[in-house]
């Protein structure tokens, strides 16, 4: 054999030997990294923060492009407005100094923190095999109980140990999870009592003190939040405090209490309150439900809504002869019509019989002296049909038998149209209004104001600006020159009672007063019109926080296992029913008399207004008479 030829053999097996080498390290970190990402069953962005070559990329993309987008990029270039965070997973080679170098700054821009993934690789085992050391630049890094950072740690015999690494605060200890093993036969293998879920995971947070932040309006209330004492003050943080520190020993956490008068507004670019406390990252959840707004919806994160209440106006619907003319309302206009009709016929028939009977009496002189014959005048017929309509009868008659068949056909007639006209009366003055439906019908009503003084309300009545609510308060909440009608619960509720008066309160508060001052009857009237353009009260935390994702766990398994409703059915009344409206007493109001009295008045008038003109037309037909007999006596 020629030695040229052992040469190129000797240095072909040389290549092949180094390149199989080269190729099995890459093999291995790739599949490596392809199986981590297979077994978390999410979808996946990759972005490779790594120094390798670029043949080491391409096997990577050819590898995961198939499955998932791929980006190579360096440390420096991340953008800070990648879409679809939560698909967002960074492998990272710790081996690289740019890498380490970089972590910094990815932990100021609180990279590790969710929704974003981590995969890191780099790290060689202990001379134990057994303790993960990550480098010194981690030490400040943190990864909090919401982040996932997986790290792959390579033994000793080419396999990998797969861990979780967390803290639960920045100054603790790190926290590893064994989450698999991976070697070159078997590939991933994930350990058996593995819980993916990551709050489900880390939800022992060791007694951490977490900070919550409670509403109290009245200092007394901090003495009576377990006790029911005074439950109507406060009521929506009194029946969230158990329920809130059930949520902290779900976490097995301890807590610390800040209380506050006020759930926070914006003023001057600040925000006070609760809401300023969240804002300022000094608690991590407010303990006090409170309104979703888009204001708030900006600097704090909405997590549940844990009691089903809102406020609104409340008001007994008024008589209907506050809305109405009862003596117009009693037929429909298809039945006045009808009745106005059949009047009318019986009047020319009566006309038509009185004119008959007249002619056939004529030979009769005692018929002119006769009171108690109908005249066939049209005046006098009328006026005899009006009588008798008002049920109030007549001195005059027709003699003949036709005239009295007529006659008995109309008393039979009125007699059913005015039963049945008063019978209607009775049962409207013991009918209430619907009429009252919007806040603009409220505005435009006789129905006085009132409202419960609270924090929130004082604030939504004086700041809104919607024409109609914004006219409500200045026209009937706080009309000028008077006081703002802020009262208490009790008190309005007491109004409600008495009617005509509308209360804006916490309905699931205000009912229990309701149940406690109103008869049974009077519960069948109550009308509600929400006027705050909120939805119902949510628990908020702070942006950002590392809790977030257990806070959500926590308060939906407390509504499942029914402890929340509990709570909110010991200090919350539901809308009462209405039983025994007919028992009821009604008492007729000189409203419901308005109208009669009204026509009563006119015909009065009008009745003093013909009078005197009758007595002055006398008066000149007597002068009229004297100056013809003057004229004649002088003539004669």
């Known amino acids: 054999m020629c030695p040229v030829c052992t040469m190129e053999k000797a240095g072909l097996v040389t290549f092949l030997l180094l390149f199989g080498v080269v190729f099995s390290d890459i093999t291995t970190e790739v599949n490596l990294v392809s199986n981590i990402l297979t077994s978390t069953e999410k979808p996946s962005s990759v972005v490779a923060i790594t120094c390798w070559p670029s043949y080491k990329k391409v096997q990577l993309y050819s590898t995961l492009a ?7 990029i360096e440390p420096g270039d991340i953008s800070k407005n990648l879409e679809q965070k939560h698909h967002v997973v960074f492998v990272a ?59 792959l740690q390579r033994l000793h015999d080419m396999s990998y140990a797969i861990y979780y690494v967390y803290k639960i605060r920045a100054e603790n200890s790190w926290k590893t999870e064994p989450y698999g093993f991976w070697n ?28 919550i932040c409670y509403v109290l309006t009245d200092y007394d209330s901090i003495n009576h939040l377990t006790d029911e004492v005074n439950d109507h003050i406060d009521t929506i943080t009194k029946v969230n405090f158990p329920t809130t520190n059930q949520l902290l020993d779900f976490l097995n956490a301890g807590r610390k209490y800040i209380f506050t008068d006020t759930w926070g507004y914006r003023r001057n670019n600040s925000w006070s309150g609760m809401t300023g406390y969240l ?100 005046i006098d017929v009328g006026m005899f049909i009006f009588g008798t309509t008002c049920q109030q009868g007549s001195t005059v008659e027709l003699k003949g038998s036709l005239g009295r068949m007529v006659l008995i056909f109309l008393f039979v007639a009125v007699t059913f149209l005015y039963t049945s006209y008063s019978a209607n009366i009775v049962a409207l003055l013991q009918s209430s209004s619907s009429q009252i439906k919007t806040l603009e019908d409220l505005l435009h009503s006789r129905i006085k104001f009132g409202v419960h003084d609270t924090v929130f309300n004082r604030y939504y009545f004086t700041t809104e600006t919607e024409p109609v609510r914004r006219a409500i308060y200045e026209t009937k909440v706080a009309p000028p020159g008077t006081t703002p009608r802020f009262m208490t619960m009790e008190n ?46 949510w628990l908020a935390v702070r942006k950002n926080t590392p809790f977030m994702e257990m806070f959500k766990i926590g308060t939906k398994r407390l509504q499942e296992h029914g402890l929340q409703q509990r709570e909110n059915h010991l200090l919350y009344e539901k809308r009462p029913r209405c039983s025994g409206r007919q028992a009821n007493f009604v008492s007729v109001s000189m409203v419901d008399c308005y109208p009669a009295l009204l026509v009563l008045s006119y015909g009065a008038l009008i009745a003093l207004i013909i009078a005197l003109l009758e007595i002055l037309y006398h008066r000149r037909y007597e002068i009229v008479q004297k100056f013809e007999r003057g004229a004649s006596h002088r003539f004669n």
Request: one cysteine or more; a negative charge; aromatic letters at 12%.
């Open 184 to 211: 070159g036969s078997q590939g991933f293998q994930e350990s058996d009592d593995f819980i993916k879920i990551t709050a489900l995971r880390r939800r022992n947070l060791e007694k951490y003190e977490i900070t």
């Open 279 to 378: 804002v300022r990252e000094e608690v991590e959840i407010g303990g006090s439900p409170m309104f979703f707004t888009s204001e708030r919806l900006s600097v704090v994160e909405y997590i549940s809504s844990p009691t089903p209440t809102r406020s609104k106006f409340v008001f007994q619907q008024p008589k209907l002869s506050y809305e109405n003319n009862l003596f117009l309302l009693s037929f429909k206009f298809s039945l006045w019509v009808g009745s106005c009709v059949l009047i009318l016929l019986v009047y020319l028939v009566l006309c038509i019989v009185a004119f008959w009977e007249w002619r056939q009496s004529r030979h009769l002189v005692s018929r002119i002296d006769d009171a108690g014959i109908l005249r066939p005048n049209l």
């Open 492 to 537: 309005g509720v007491r109004e409600i009672q008495k009617g005509l008066f509308a209360f804006h309160m916490e309905t699931g508060v205000g009912y229990k007063f309701v149940g406690k001052y109103f008869e049974e009857g009077e519960k069948c009237g109550l009308k509600e019109i929400q006027y705050l353009r909120v939805i119902d009260p």
């Open 66 to 72: 198939a499955k998932n987008m791929i980006e190579f």
């Open 93 to 151: 080679d710790l081996s690289c100094p740019n890498t380490l170098k970089s972590i910094k700054m990815f932990n100021e821009e609180k990279m590790f923190a969710a929704p974003f993934r981590w995969i890191m690789i780099g790290l060689n085992a202990s001379d134990s095999g057994k303790e993960i050391i990550l480098p010194e630049v981690f030490d400040n890094v943190n990864f909090l109980v919401d982040s996932e950072v997986i790290l």
